[in-house]
């Protein structure tokens, strides 16, 4: 079982539709969650931190649940430039290791 | 301030030449990583440095080896390159103590091994 499963995706949404992306981990002592976005050939870049205490940014909204190791990102009104592969990530060990998960792509529709 | 940089940023090698990629950063971070990326799949952790002259296998070292002896500095070594080592290898680094556990990564280096 790999360490941070996410859907398979791909997803093709319209503009303006809502999108959900979701995610689990098997290690329980892990430490700290965040989806990254990444674009075509290009450098992953943190889209933000997820919390049991949910968060949000703007259209992103983004909530961690412990007990069940369910990390999930809500994208609300999408956007062309949200076309992207979005990757859930997970924290552990001392030296603060990243666990990536095989990332999930999406196409925002015209 | 460039961040993290990484040479190259493509090669293509024939099956047994080696090769070392190198990674800088001048943000003084303690922590370096190596990932690679497959086609399809996430970035999987190769090696990783928490200082100058340590290192650690990380969940795909087999093939690799690397060295810290500067602390802005990460190198990656090929000794042997193998057609199952062609992918995309990011280097990443963060500042030990970050309570945001903040990676910065490089633009990749895409390496082709034919």
């Known amino acids: 079982r790999k360490e941070v499963e996410q859907d398979p995706g791909p997803f093709n949404v319209p503009e303006g539709a809502t999108v959900a992306f979701n995610c689990t981990y098997s290690n329980s002592a892990s430490q700290s969650f965040f989806w990254y976005r990444q674009d075509c050939r290009k450098e992953p870049k943190l889209l933000m931190s997820?919390?049991?205490s949910g968060n949000e940014d703007g259209r992103f909204t983004a909530q961690l649940n412990r007990a069940s190791q369910y990390i999930s990102l809500l994208i609300r009104d999408s956007k062309l430039s949200d076309s992207a592969t979005y990757l859930c990530v997970v924290v552990s060990g001392s030296a603060r290791q990243l666990t990536f998960g095989s990332g999930t792509q999406l196409t925002v529709l015209p | 301030n460039a961040g993290v940089t990484q040479t190259p940023k493509f090669r293509v090698l024939k099956t047994g030449q080696s090769m070392t990629l190198l990674c800088a950063q001048d943000m003084n971070h303690e922590y370096m990583y190596w990932y690679r990326q497959d086609p399809g799949m996430g970035l999987r952790l190769i090696h990783y440095?928490?200082?100058?002259?340590?290192?650690a296998k990380g969940e795909v070292p087999d093939g690799y080896n690397v060295s810290r002896l500067k602390k802005q500095n990460f190198l990656l070594g090929l000794e042997s390159a193998a057609p199952s080592q062609t992918s995309v290898y990011f280097c990443?680094?963060?500042?030990?103590?970050?309570?945001?556990?903040?990676?910065?990564f490089g633009p990749g280096t895409r390496l082709t091994v034919l």
């Open positions: 990443a680094s963060t500042r030990r103590g970050d309570s945001t556990d903040t990676q910065y």
């Open positions: 440095s928490v200082g100058e002259g340590t290192t």
């Open positions: 997820v919390y049991s």
